[in-house]
């Protein structure tokens, strides 16, 4: 009985070491050591084949020595070269990003669109020759104006130097209705410096001997012969009776058609002046 457990022991061995010389040492791991009982001892050590080839890719193992009994053993033959390892597969290369999309250009501006030229206007027509004025259109051919006259203090009192005449309502002249003075017309401050001392067409005298009523007549023309257009006026009077400027005063009014009479108010050197249409 125990030859025959001997004979099992030592068959096990024998299969092992086989296996083991084959390269089984899959994983590249040594083989575990074997105990057994050989037929001189009761108890041989048998040191297992040495570590099998390595697994894929491993390095074969050395040849292991075993002894039985402190005899040596065969020596194991050496395992089987592993198969190389195969070689990994690489990993795809990643894709690469796409690229960002630029974005978009801004759109230009619209031009400014020019102002069209403005059409050139038509040539006016030549005018026509005017026809002749007709001056005024009030249908008056006249007008007179009363006015009486008192001393303005002047060493020459009651003798006195005056003047008459017609301006625009702006102050141009138009013209002299009467004139008394010959020497001393000289101090008819504002009647020289608005008239220029045109008399022409008005009623001249000399100095008078004492103030009085004037009644002076306007043809509605003026110093030139050319018909006033109507329009507003005034009427201006002067009055002196020493060497000194004097005194004046005005009165407006309207020439156009149904003008009404004027009547001026009284003052220290002036009186009764109205004027009326003819």
């Excluded at 040596?72 to 050496?78: D, E, I, K, R, S």
Aim: glycine letters at 20%.
């Amino acid at each position: 009985m125990e030859r025959t457990e001997s004979k099992f022991a030592h068959n096990i061995a024998l299969v092992a070491l086989a296996l083991s010389g084959m390269g089984f040492g899959a994983c590249g791991v040594a083989d575990s050591s074997r105990v057994a009982y050989g037929p001189v001892q009761q108890q041989g050590v048998w040191q297992g084949a040495g570590t099998g080839a390595a697994g894929f890719g491993g390095t074969a193992g050395a040849a292991g020595i075993g002894t039985v009994g402190g005899f040596p053993a065969g020596t194991g033959a050496a395992g089987v070269a592993g198969f190389p390892a195969t070689a990994g597969t690489g990993g795809f290369a990643g894709d690469p990003g796409l690229a960002g999309t630029g974005g978009s250009a801004g759109s230009a501006g619209f031009a400014g669109t020019g102002g069209a030229g403005g059409t050139a206007g038509s040539a006016g027509a030549a005018g026509g020759a005017g026809s002749a004025g007709t001056g005024a259109t009030s249908g008056f051919t006249s007008m007179t104006f009363d006015v009486l006259t008192h001393p303005v203090g002047g060493q020459y009192a009651p003798r006195n130097v005056g003047a008459i005449w017609i301006e625009t309502s702006s102050g141009q002249f138009v013209k002299t209705l009467e004139a008394w003075a010959f020497i001393r017309a000289f101090y008819l401050t504002k009647f020289n410096a608005e008239t220029a001392g045109n008399k022409v067409d008005a009623v001249t005298s000399a100095t008078l001997n004492s103030h009085t009523t004037h009644h002076a007549t306007w043809n509605l023309k003026d110093a030139n012969g050319n018909v006033a257009p109507d329009g507003a006026y005034k009427i201006i009077v002067e009055v002196t009776d020493g060497d000194m400027t004097g005194q004046n005063t005005s009165v407006p009014f309207m020439l156009a058609a149904g003008a009404a009479p004027v009547m001026a108010p009284d003052t220290q050197f002036f009186t009764g002046m109205q004027l009326a249409f003819h």
